[in-house]
């Protein structure tokens, strides 16, 4: 079966680095999306990784090794307004997008 | 750039009676709009991917007579639940692309629309 596997929940200090990880057992991989998502609103994009290696945006940067079918999301220099969930989506050979559970992230001052 | 409304925001109803959610791609032209509902703490399931001046493609146990969808115009989509009745409860959130409607396009994602059923 297809399977994205994320921490349910994690707390990290304002100021601070915090990573959010992902692995994934699908059919196949096409692609890998990250999207912020905070209580009560839709998702918004973060990152898109098809090919391994890390990509970084600003504060944040996102990883991905497929061979070990595990991504993550690197949150720098962390603001109050980050407290959200992280969603992580993989494309697999079907074309289908698998969504994670995602992670509640909460920031403490 | 890339901004979709969702209207209403939330919405309150009677068992029995039917809700229309409508989806609007504000600022470019979305041929394909995908439909999710999301329960609490749970990730987003898809329902539905539609695409403009076709019949939308329904997931696996997803009523389509249930949930009806008409994207009618390259900036519109609604959903309607037909009969709703208290399991239908949920959050509905709308997204489009403005690519070629495959997944590896980046999908903008509405506010959301809450849906209650008394």
């Known amino acids: 079966g297809q399977n994205i596997d994320q921490p349910t929940e994690m707390t990290a200090t304002e100021g601070a680095i915090v990573q959010i990880n992902c692995t994934y057992q699908t059919s196949g991989f096409n692609g890998l999306f990250w999207y912020q998502q905070h209580a009560g609103e839709a998702p918004t994009f973060l990152s898109y990784?098809?090919l391994d290696g890390l990509e970084e945006k600003g504060r944040f940067s996102s990883f991905l090794s497929r061979s070990k079918g595990y991504s993550y999301l690197l949150l720098k220099e962390l603001q109050m307004k980050d407290s959200a969930s992280y969603l992580c989506a993989v494309i697999d050979s079907n074309y289908q997008l698998i969504w994670g559970a995602g992670t509640k992230l909460i920031i403490k001052p | 750039g890339a901004v979709v409304s969702q209207h209403p925001s939330w919405v309150i109803c009677k068992s029995g009676t039917s809700v229309k959610i409508e989806c609007r791609s504000l600022?470019?032209?979305?041929?394909?709009m995908f439909w999710y509902r999301q329960f609490p703490k749970q990730s987003l399931m898809l329902m539905a991917t539609?695409?403009?001046?076709?019949?939308?493609?329904?997931e696996q146990g997803v009523e389509k007579d249930k949930f009806l969808i008409n994207h009618a115009s390259l900036t519109l989509s609604t959903l309607t639940v037909t009969s709703a009745h208290p399991e239908d409860s949920s959050f509905y959130i709308c997204?489009?692309?403005?690519?070629?409607?495959?997944?590896?396009?980046?999908?903008?994602f509405g506010p959301g629309t809450r849906l209650t059923v008394l």
């Open positions: 997204s489009a692309t403005d690519g070629a409607g495959e997944p590896t396009d980046t999908q903008y």
């Open positions: 600022d470019f032209q979305a041929t394909t």
């Open positions: 990784n098809v």
């Open positions: 539609s695409n403009e001046g076709s019949k939308a493609t329904y």
